[in-house]
């Protein structure tokens, strides 16, 4: 199917991002709330109308244009004329990313910030082009692959300069090679999940990196932020594959990671692993992959209590049993899903807290590792709901976003934040943020889960549900701001997979310290002399 396109000046057509430009994803998956849902709203927060319609996309206002036809001219002998464009229809869907303030942004009628023009190069060569006269005119860059930012990533801000330039990386789209010896893969930075695990699985191998933004963000994306799938139980986190990186920075070219593990030195891999843009465009990334699993177990549990499925997750990741899926649920997170998402027939009741859990590999691995697991739980107080509430997770893991769109449709505000912590302090985390999140937003339901966990500890992620009301911008910035300060004083990650973008910058020193700052600082210095790659993000 080929992709659709938009009209830009002179009769370019520029590939448009797969999703709606003031929502999730595919307009046409979007799901209206039940009657059963739109009554616990009103019960639950006192939501009972809809929220004002925004406006549509040719309503839509922009601040106008800082690029001139010289610029665009120059663009245009970098990347070709048909691949650059300052229309508004190509500069609007790559306003932002899809965090709650961005669609709440996009919903109001006041002129909205974009880039300045778009580019979408083929290769390297027309990369290192783009950035050579970047530099030169000072036009801030914004490197931009599938648009799922949710923690400001994608403003478009100039950082003093006179212009900003979305870079659309989506040409960027091939298998570059697969060594089935060695089981590496080599992929471009623009491939979207699916497509990279398309052109994986016709040859019989996957990557098995599955985020919740998986149907639209990219390889290269997941390498800039860290990512953290899904299944990271049984393959580990996006940075835990990656065994090589290409780089263009405004300075040259690094071709980055040799061999399984080395000691030549510091591994630079590390600086671009998380970089957000900041230092370079990642442009290629060698993984790990590995043969497609011939068989799947799911199998759900319930937990009494909170407490007791997280220390039933920590057995279960500290004696090796090996899912490739685990997770939990609190109270209020499994009462309110049983409520709100699509159901499989024969799921049953849940009380307490839910734990799904996925095993992937041959046969006699599943069974052995099922098996292993399901000793652990047992022992540790679980109780087994069979494979049907795991399906039901596993058949809608990646739809939460759309019935956030329809939260914010009927009026009430959604938002996630997410954090890590060694098992010893996780407890005392979930209870600071909660508490943040609830003296922020008087009346909030706040939910958390478990969706990632490791020897030493696990993250948190926490949605929050509360009316929409007035201001509420100003509202979820200022619980946000409680919500982090929570989470720096209980010893938590400032971002455990969503990144730190715009809006954990300001906690970054907290993180890393002075002298961390000042590292980062020197490096982009070096990298980057003339400060044109994605402004305002990561480094404070």
């Not at 390889?219 to 996006?238: E, K, L, V």
């Amino acid at each position: 199917m080929a992709p659709e396109t938009q009209a830009g000046p002179g009769g370019a057509a520029l590939p448009l991002p797969p999703m709606k430009w003031n929502a999730w994803g595919d307009p046409a998956q979007a799901k209206e709330l039940s009657a059963e849902v739109k009554g616990l709203l009103a019960a639950a927060l006192g939501v009972t109308g809809d929220a004002a319609p925004g406006p549509e996309a040719d309503e839509a206002v922009l601040t106008p244009s800082r690029i001139d036809a010289e610029d665009l001219e120059a663009l245009a002998r970098a990347v070709g004329k048909e691949h650059v464009s300052a229309a508004d229809a190509d500069r609007l869907p790559r306003a932002g990313g899809k965090s709650t303030p961005d669609l709440l942004r996009r919903r109001a009628r006041a002129a909205q910030d974009a880039p300045d023009a778009v580019a979408l190069p083929g290769s390297e060569e027309e990369i290192a082009a783009v950035l050579a006269l970047c530099a030169e005119r000072r036009i801030a860059v914004v490197p931009f692959g599938g648009g799922t930012s949710v923690v400001g990533g994608l403003d478009p801000e100039r950082g003093g300069l006179r212009a900003v330039l979305s870079l659309d990386l989506r040409r960027l789209d091939r298998l570059h090679s697969l060594d089935e010896t060695s089981g590496e893969a080599v992929l471009g930075a623009g491939l979207t999940g699916p497509a990279a695990e398309a052109l994986l699985a016709e040859r019989g191998w996957e990557l098995g990196h599955y985020p919740q933004s998986f149907r639209y963000a990219t390889i290269g994306g997941f390498a800039a932020t860290r990512s953290s799938g899904q299944d990271s139980a049984g393959y580990g986190r996006f940075d835990e594959m990656v065994r090589g990186l290409r780089v263009v920075t405004p300075v040259g070219v690094l071709d980055l990671g040799r061999a399984p593990a080395s000691a030549a030195g510091p591994d630079l891999r590390q600086l671009f692993l998380g970089s957000e843009g900041t230092l370079g465009v990642i442009t290629a990334v060698r993984l790990r992959v590995h043969p497609l699993p011939a068989v799947k177990a799911y199998e759900a549990w319930s937990f009494p209590d909170f407490t007791t499925g997280t220390d039933a997750l920590r057995a279960v990741e500290q004696q090796g049993t090996g899912p490739t899926v685990i997770r939990l649920s609190d109270e209020a997170e499994t009462m309110v899903n049983l409520a709100m998402t699509e159901k499989i027939g024969g799921t049953p009741a849940v009380s307490g807290c839910l734990a799904v859990t996925v095993f992937e590999g041959t046969a006699e691995q599943v069974a052995a590792r099922s098996e292993l697991t399901r000793a652990v739980l047992l022992a540790a107080g679980g109780t087994s709901l069979g494979e049907a509430p795991a399906r039901a997770w596993e058949h809608g893991r990646f739809n939460a976003p759309y019935l956030r769109d329809s939260l914010l449709d009927a009026g009430a505000l959604c938002e996630t934040l997410e954090t890590a912590a060694n098992w010893s302090g996780l407890a005392g985390l979930r209870f600071a943020v909660t508490a943040a999140l609830t003296e922020a937003l008087p009346g909030a339901l706040v939910l958390c889960h478990v969706s990632h966990v490791y020897p030493t500890g696990a993250s948190l992620y926490f949605t929050v549900v509360a009316a929409l009301g007035e201001e509420p911008l100003e509202r979820w910035a200022a619980a946000k701001r409680a919500a982090c300060d929570a989470i720096v004083r209980s010893g938590g990650t400032i971002s455990h997979h969503h990144a730190v973008g715009a809006d954990h910058r300001p906690w970054m020193t907290d993180e890393i310290g002075d002298l961390g700052v000042r590292v980062l600082r020197a490096v982009k210095a070096e990298l980057d002399p003339a400060g044109i790659l994605n402004p305002g993000k990561l480094i404070p």
